[in-house]
């Protein structure tokens, strides 16, 4: 069976887990998470939560003395409690930061309907809870939740499976705001992402970068026809009926900005279009408001807005498309399922922040060492890689990873074998009567599998 990852990549992941860990020492000092000579390093404290969160993503402070005796450092839990103050969330949000830069894949998805773009970024939040005395720091959004919460913001970029910008902000702050994201993007990219972060603005910087743009339709936006004319979409869509519409229209109210894309657009279920209307009405109630009668009726249709000309997607193609926006909302249930993001028990201000930004650390590494193998070109899509079987691996692996890290012949080896136990026990089921994202974007890119799909 041919192996679902190159020998030169196996090189590379063990060369950067080295350079990593040999870094930790050095920062340790900067941040003075170290101040004089102790069989507790920075080295250490690193490996032990690490490997310990990745083993356990619920572990203790017992549980990581445990880590760091096998590292063969003595230290009781009273004694991490205590060396986990200010410093330490210093030392573990540089060690984040140099993960976050220093893990990267250079191996795309061999499917070349995605190799159209030069990127395919997804763009998304996700909220963590904290704890009241935490609320001048972060201060939440208000209501019934905690009156301290974070939004972690997130652009992923899914050709190459690499975690490219994230952002930590305080709970309130609205997606809307946030434009950091426009930073990254390249010419030939593609950019997703959800109604919350709808900004014209945003979508006229992407156009002018020679990117591309892949979002659902605001109901507030006007729009045009390319000879000015408004356009009544609830009209056109009553009129249209179940009909899939493809429109060249431009969007925004002043004549001298409107910008040119395609408007597309599909009926859905009417069972589907109830609760999306139930659900409108109750947020609505929440803020004291009920919804307009044309918004409930746009609700019946799902609408795109992208400036994709169709040489390179068709109408079904960007709905298609579309649901690729989805693998990031599966990255953030990784994270806090897997990584244990959702779960830091702790009050103290210092323990929450170094355990969270020791268990975003926990997933970037997840992160890159699944990136390079979530569909084997050996192998394309029909078995695609199954992150949560992953994580069990490297749960059963994390302790020998661990143990080996001075040694490059070693940890080459281990890294070798859970690649190996991945091929065997780590990939998804096929599913004919319903193909994940990744099978039906691969019928797009080999033509001999639409057809036999």
Same mark, same amino acid.
């Given at each position: 069976?041919?192996?679902?990852?190159?020998?030169?990549?196996?090189?590379?992941?063990?060369?950067?887990?080295?350079?990593?860990?040999?870094?930790?020492?050095?920062?340790?000092?900067? /941040?003075?998470?170290?101040?004089?000579?102790?069989?507790?390093?920075?080295?250490?404290?690193?490996?032990?939560?690490?490997?310990?969160?990745?083993?356990?993503?619920?572990? *203790?402070?017992?549980?990581?003395?445990?880590?760091?005796?096998?590292?063969?450092?003595?230290?009781?839990?009273?004694?991490?409690?205590?060396?986990?103050?200010?410093?330490?969330?210093?030392?573990?949000?540089?060690?984040?930061?140099?993960?976050?830069?220093?893990?990267? &894949?250079?191996?795309?998805?061999?499917?070349?309907?995605?190799?159209?773009?030069?990127?395919?970024?997804?763009?998304?939040?996700?909220?963590?809870?904290?704890?009241?005395?935490?609320?001048?720091?972060?201060?939440?959004?208000?209501?019934?939740?905690?009156?301290? *919460?974070?939004?972690?913001?997130?652009?992923?970029?899914?050709?190459?499976?690499?975690?490219?910008?994230?952002?930590?902000?305080?709970?309130?702050?609205?997606?809307?705001?946030?434009?950091?994201?426009?930073?990254?993007?390249?010419?030939?990219?593609?950019?997703?992402?959800?109604?919350?972060?709808?900004?014209?603005?945003?979508?006229?910087?992407?156009?002018?970068?020679?990117?591309?743009?892949?979002?659902?339709? @605001?109901?507030?936006?006007?729009?045009?026809?390319? &000879?000015?004319?408004?356009?009544?979409?609830?009209?056109?869509?009553? /009129?249209?009926?179940?009909?899939?519409?493809?429109?060249?229209?431009?969007?925004?109210?002043?004549?001298?900005?409107?910008?040119?894309?395609?408007?597309?657009?599909?009926?859905?279920?009417?069972?589907?279009?109830?609760?999306?209307?139930?659900?409108?009405?109750? /947020?609505?109630?929440? @803020?004291?408001?009920?919804?307009?009668?044309?918004?409930?009726?746009?609700?019946?249709?799902?609408?795109?807005?992208? &400036?994709?000309?169709?040489?390179?997607? %068709?109408?079904?193609?960007?709905?298609?498309?579309?649901?690729?926006?989805?693998?990031?909302?599966?990255?953030?249930?990784?994270?806090?399922?897997?990584?244990?993001?959702?779960?830091?028990?702790?009050?103290?201000?210092?323990?929450?922040?170094?355990?969270?930004?020791?268990?975003?650390?926990?997933?970037?590494?997840?992160?890159?060492?699944?990136?390079?193998?979530?569909?084997?070109?050996?192998?394309? %899509?029909? @078995?695609?890689?199954?992150?949560?079987?992953?994580?069990?691996?490297? %749960?059963?692996?994390?302790?020998?990873?661990?143990?080996?890290?001075?040694?490059?012949?070693?940890?080459?080896?281990?890294?070798?074998?859970?690649?190996?136990?991945?091929?065997?026990?780590?990939?998804?089921?096929?599913?004919?009567?319903?193909?994940?994202?990744?099978?039906?974007?691969?019928?797009?890119?080999?033509? *001999?599998?639409?057809? %036999?799909?």
């Amino acid at each position: 069976m041919k192996s679902i990852i190159k020998k030169q990549q196996i090189e590379a992941i063990t060369q950067k887990l080295s350079d990593y860990f040999l870094a930790a020492d050095e920062i340790a000092y900067q /941040t003075k998470f170290v101040q004089r000579k102790s069989p507790f390093t920075g080295s250490v404290f690193l490996k032990a939560v690490v490997f310990g969160f990745l083993q356990k993503p619920r572990a *203790s402070l017992t549980q990581l003395a445990q880590q760091s005796l096998l590292l063969g450092v003595k230290i009781t839990p009273q004694g991490i409690h205590e060396r986990i103050n200010q410093s330490a969330v210093d030392f573990m949000r540089g060690m984040f930061l140099r993960a976050f830069a220093q893990f990267k &894949n250079g191996v795309s998805l061999p499917l070349a309907i995605l190799q159209q773009f030069s990127a395919i970024y997804l763009v998304d939040s996700t909220f963590k809870s904290l704890p009241a005395n935490m609320a001048a720091l972060y201060p939440g959004s208000g209501g019934k939740a905690s009156p301290a *919460s974070l939004k972690v913001q997130l652009v992923f970029e899914f050709l190459q499976g690499n975690l490219t910008q994230l952002c930590i902000e305080a709970g309130r702050k609205a997606d809307q705001a946030y434009t950091q994201y426009l930073a990254v993007i390249q010419t030939g990219a593609l950019i997703l992402a959800d109604l919350g972060y709808f900004c014209l603005a945003s979508l006229r910087t992407i156009a002018a970068k020679g990117a591309y743009f892949l979002m659902r339709y @605001h109901y507030m936006t006007a729009v045009f026809l390319p &000879n000015g004319e408004r356009i009544d979409l609830v009209s056109l869509l009553t /009129t249209q009926g179940q009909t899939l519409l493809d429109l060249s229209v431009r969007l925004g109210a002043s004549p001298n900005t409107r910008l040119a894309c395609r408007l597309i657009s599909t009926p859905v279920p009417s069972a589907v279009a109830e609760e999306r209307r139930r659900k409108a009405k109750l /947020t609505s109630a929440a @803020h004291g408001k009920t919804p307009s009668e044309p918004y409930l009726v746009l609700l019946g249709w799902s609408i795109f807005l992208t &400036n994709t000309p169709q040489t390179m997607l %068709s109408a079904s193609q960007v709905i298609l498309f579309y649901r690729i926006r989805w693998q990031i909302e599966l990255i953030f249930k990784f994270w806090k399922s897997y990584c244990g993001l959702a779960d830091i028990p702790a009050t103290r201000p210092e323990r929450v922040l170094t355990e969270f930004y020791a268990k975003l650390l926990v997933a970037v590494v997840a992160n890159f060492l699944i990136a390079p193998v979530r569909i084997p070109e050996a192998t394309w %899509s029909e @078995h695609e890689l199954s992150p949560f079987q992953f994580q069990n691996l490297l %749960s059963t692996f994390a302790q020998r990873l661990m143990l080996v890290l001075s040694s490059p012949l070693r940890l080459r080896q281990i890294i070798h074998n859970l690649y190996l136990a991945t091929q065997y026990f780590g990939f998804k089921q096929k599913r004919r009567k319903k193909p994940n994202i990744c099978a039906l974007l691969a019928a797009l890119s080999i033509p *001999s599998l639409s057809t %036999s799909a």
